[in-house]
């Protein structure tokens, strides 16, 4: 199977903490990610949201724009607001020939909750994952007729946010709404990455690839410290720096024919953590353990 192996802008500049790389320029964010190897990037709060602006800049340095976040709210809003919502967002995927839309239903307060200590977040209830699943599932199979598939992110301090909650909206979900798997989430939230992605690996459609560090996670854990309290202390990394098996979840996705992108997304702070070097070191590391796990990288 193949893979391309792309990157997010965090690595560089956080959108939700502008202090962490606010001042770094598209153009620096674009010329290190092309100098480091990867193929593509997601979107990031400074690209040009017009497709006709996007284009020569993203064909300038190379690079094919992978996907986007999008804070959802579709625990909030009926399908058809939402679609007309996120419209706008998926035309520009569309139009830059991005298959799937990384979606996060960041209903009931995520951007509060990671400021806030990671015991406080949003849940819903046993009774209502039901209907939250259908109406997932509705807004996902409009996504796709329009051409741009879902990509749903488990997150730290959202509704979806531990291994338990992923297999709910699995099982309450139909096939169009594809799961974006993503490694650091899942150890952070208190779950396994190796033992989730053998549970849901035929729902997946698109990969984050973050690593961890022991100690940080579990100061962060003990200590019940805020999702970016962790994040600038230093609790995540590139593959290959930490802890998780990244070998291992490689050979599940290979053997079960996975083939998309695996992008590293590992935010720090950038004062910190050098954005080239980092970004350097998780490609070499991330494009090494595919091939040794069975993929073929592609340029």
Known sequence: MT??????PITWTNDDVPELGGDTPLEVCLSETRQAGYAGTELGGKFPRRSAELKP???????????????????EKDVGAEMDAITPHLQLLKDMGSTHVVYADTSRGRH?????????????SPEEWPAYGRKL???????????????????????????????????HTGEAVGLLYD????IFSGGDPLALIKAQVKRVVHVHCKDA?????????????????????????????????????????????????????????PNKANPLTYATMGFQNLSRMARQAGFTVME
């Open 3 to 8: 893979v391309r192996i792309g990157i997010n």
């Open 112 to 124: 509060n909750a990671i400021w806030g200590p990671i015991s406080q977040r949003p849940a819903l």
């Open 137 to 171: 599932t509705a807004l996902a199979e409009r996504m796709a007729d329009f051409g741009v598939r879902m990509a749903f992110h488990h997150h730290m301090g959202t509704i979806v946010e531990t291994d338990a909650e992923v297999g709910l909206l699995m099982r």
């Open 213 to 269: 560090r022991k100690a940080v996670l579990e100061r962060a854990r003990a200590e019940d410290m805020s999702f970016m309290g962790a994040v600038m202390d230093g609790i995540f990394t590139v593959p290959g720096d930490g802890f998780i098996d990244y070998p291992a979840i490689l050979r599940v996705l290979a053997d079960n024919g996975y083939s998309g992108w695996l992008v590293v997304e590992a935010e720090q702070d």
């Open 57 to 75: 800049i993203m064909e300038r340095y190379g690079l094919a724009v992978i996907s986007g976040w999008y804070d959802g709210r579709c625990d």
């Open 183 to 186: 490694t650091g989430h899942s």
